[in-house]
């Protein structure tokens, strides 16, 4: 196969890992010739699916001895086949990174005969980039379920991010996925590993991966699984992928999931990481998953007029960042704004990025109300619940 | 009058002696514009120096002007070097307005763009700086022969030499050229110089490094057909790009689908 057919089939192989080059923290090898990390994430293009391309994402290979149900490289599917030699990769990506096609490199891989020598593959790769091309740009390497000590060690020293996919948020529910990767041993206890070696490398996090509705698992069962790799095992960031069922696999007959679930997810993460709320303040319907047709911040005000309205030239930071239409910056800027004048009108607060029409019910501003918080669509209590800091499922 | 130079320590200056004097900020134009006011009352911002003059004004008002050496007074300058980049013709009354605010209320009130003048220094403060943000990415060079790398900049504001500042950064060992209309702009070991394109070789102006061919392979692989969303993608590459980008032609294609 010549390299454009390469290229073509593996980087297809590749495209429904999410990964992105933001939140890069500087990490400066020794030597570098080319190529540089930068803080914000840059993107170089963007597909006719609104998806950036930021990394050059691909597979080492696309054999893979595993038989994940809903995976495109599954040893069963009968598809073509063909792998890079860790050089021809490394030459590759430089040809794009040169040219500024992209920002950094995305490497992961089908396991190859076995999980160790696939490894060594990847990190040779890697070691090809570092020492003989000397870049010291962005590189994001994908562990392998079940690699060992020494490889986890190695791809943390080379990469600037090291991710491993959960796919799933529990054993019960990774079994549904695949009949060959072991939760507990190879998941929790890979990522476990990574943990432990990431204390020694500054610069270098980790992120995972949730396939998002062929498990049959909930929303709450992803964001509690979340916030447990979060709180204990220094996971910098989860994505979430909406499941594509893949003709030719055993989940082929699946209904992939909406779209904006996908979504859901991510605006609840995100409450949890900039927002400063508590997981237990997400509210989830009776069957634990976030509301498709409401923003959960939105679904959280409406649950709690007692917390509203909000006089914004006295509201903590903390209480701004709960009235929906005000994100983290424009929460910052109001506390430094009336520091200075206190606000008297809608439009100031309009002109520094605070989303009016969905603020409004929720603040007073000089003490007046514009907009009254019945008025809201939807507005209906019994369709949420408040999970429990006890533990609703116990 | 005050005359100043169009940098942001100069502006800032000429709107603290305003303060002072009463007298307007303008900026240096060519001698025989100067002689004009020859007549007028004329003071030179850079005769002066910061400190003289936020000491002078702080006495005079009693106010704190010790944010100008903060991190606002930091942000302020990089806001009012990119609206000097911008391409709109009236920079220079929008910036003196949004130093005033700052120097009479506070710098917040310009930084985040509060007032009706101020949310304009602002946004197009932003629309430089977005560029510079969009392009660093949309931007792709050729290699020549000689592993310079050249490429062909679609920009609307002044940012050239600032992009490749920090294109220099990610290539510390080449020489970059962006060919631009009114000449060729190159950057080497953070050096920049300018040439007229007449002077370049055919190589450079017209590099034979053909990756297309590559890149639309690679950037078709990645894209998720289900998840089709034209809408989400022009927001993010913006129609005026698409004949200036080689996907612009694969975007086009799958909005008229
Ligand atoms: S291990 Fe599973 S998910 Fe990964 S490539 Fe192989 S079959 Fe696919």
Redesign the interface.
Known sequence: MD??AK???L??SA??DVCASSSATPKRFQNA????T?P?G?????????????L??VLLSNQCEKDCLYCPNRSARDVPRSSFTPEELAG?FM??Y????V?GLFLSSGVRHSTGRTMQELLETLEILRTRHRFG?YIHLKILPGAGEAEVERAIALSNRVSLNMEAPTATHLARLSRTKNFAAEIMGGLSRIHRHLRDQPGVSHSTQFIVGAAQESDRDILDSTLRLYSSYGLKRAYFSTF?PVPGTPLDSIA?SP?VREHRLYQADFLYRYYGFQMAEIPYNSAGNLDLDKDPKQAFAELHPERFPLEINRASLLELLRVPGIGPRSAK?IV??R???RFRSVE?LA??GVVTKRALPFILVAGKKYSSMLGQAGLSRSNYSQSSLWGDDA | MIRCDATPASMLKAVLLSELTGLLPEISQAEAEANLFAACDQLSADDYSLEQLTRQLAEKTGGDYRWIDQYPGRRLAVMVLFNLRNSARDSKRVIFAALTEAVR??P??SI?????AS?VFRRRSREVGNEI??L????????TADGD?V?KPQLVHQTADLLLRK?Q??????RLLFILPQGALCCQQGQLSFCALQDLPATVLNPT?D?A???E?????????????????S???PKKYWDW?P?GK??KQ??DK
């Open positions: 390299k454009l290229l073509a089939l980087g297809e495209k429904y010739e080319i190529g540089r930068a914000s840059v993107c170089h293009s963007f597909t006719p699916d609104g998806r950036c391309v930021s050059f994402k590759l040809e794009f040169r040219r500024n096609y920002e740009g594509q992939g779209l800027k430094w704004l520091r200075e004048n100031d002109r520094i | 209320n506070g917040a009130s985040c763009g509060r007032s009706r949310a943000h969009r660093l990415g949309l931007i792709r060079f050729q290699e790398l490429a294109f950064l990610r290539y510390p060992n080449r490094d990756f061919n590559l890149w392979t690679y950037y078709r692989s990645q894209y998720i057909e289900a998840r089709k969303n034209i809408r989400l993608a927001r993010f590459i980008l996907e694969i975007l799958e909005a």
